[in-house]
T-cell receptor, first 117, second 120 residues
């Protein structure tokens, strides 16, 4: 079984300040982990992914995330928030094994990021 | 990069009618496509997994006779909401996985832009 917990449903920051969106996961097998962003009434855009290579993953738009196996975490960060970063963010886990569960994506509950001027 | 085209983006239908949503992979072959449903202010819930040329696998609690999925080719999967009712109103999103995992890099999953279904 696999699950994802996003620890904050809402995060509010000021423009130019750092962003931290927290994600913890559980997985019976070696997971792949993703962060997706969704703007209102839009599909999902991939920000970055971890697939058992480097634990510090750099994504688009200045975002990065660090895979910490000991903490079962995959927090998303950005040094300086921009107004255009305001959106909903999803942490997602996919199993790399596990029979019929292979490849299925399990989504976290989502974190809405608000950026104030 | 990999692109998945989903149509329509928005549809309003009367209660009791059926609605078909299409999901196409434009520049890659997708042996597996996934259909998700998203309620307002909630996360995405996997409804079913469709594999080209075979029957879809539905998640627990999803009515297969209500949500008909057809994956007749490597580039097209369709979701038909039959006899739609207001409670079926939701945001539906498809995702395609590149058969060679090239789309978006390793374990490539590319999402469509979603379909907002409103049943009146």
């Amino acid at each position: 079984a696999q699950s994802v917990t996003q620890l904050d449903s809402h995060v509010s920051v000021s423009e130019g300040t750092p962003v931290l969106l927290r994600c913890n996961y559980s997985s019976s097998y070696s997971p792949s982990l993703f962060w997706y962003v969704q703007h209102p009434n839009k599909g999902l855009q991939l920000l970055l992914k971890y697939t058992s290579a480097a634990t510090l993953v750099k994504g688009i738009n200045g975002f990065e995330a660090e895979f910490k196996k000991s903490e079962t975490s995959f927090h998303l960060t950005k040094p300086s928030a921009h107004m255009s970063d305001a959106a909903e963010y999803f942490c997602v886990v996919s199993l790399n094994a596990g029979g019929t569960s292979y490849g299925k994506l399990t989504f976290g509950q989502g974190t809405i990021l608000t950026v104030h001027p | 990069g990999a692109v998945v085209s989903q149509h329509p983006s928005r549809v309003i239908c009367k209660s009791g009618t059926s609605v078909k949503i299409e999901c196409r992979s434009l520049d890659f072959q997708a042996t597996t496509m996934f259909w998700y449903r998203q309620f307002p202010k909630q996360s995405l819930m996997l409804m079913a997994t469709s594999n080209e040329g075979s029957k879809a696998t539905y998640e627990q609690g999803v009515e297969k006779d209500k949500f008909l999925i057809n994956h007749a080719s490597l580039t097209l999967s369709t979701l038909t909401v039959t006899s739609a009712h207001p409670e079926d109103s939701s945001f539906y999103i498809c995702s395609a996985r590149d058969s060679s995992f090239r789309a978006g890099g390793s374990y490539g999953y590319t999402f469509g832009s979603g379909t907002r279904l409103t049943v009146v």
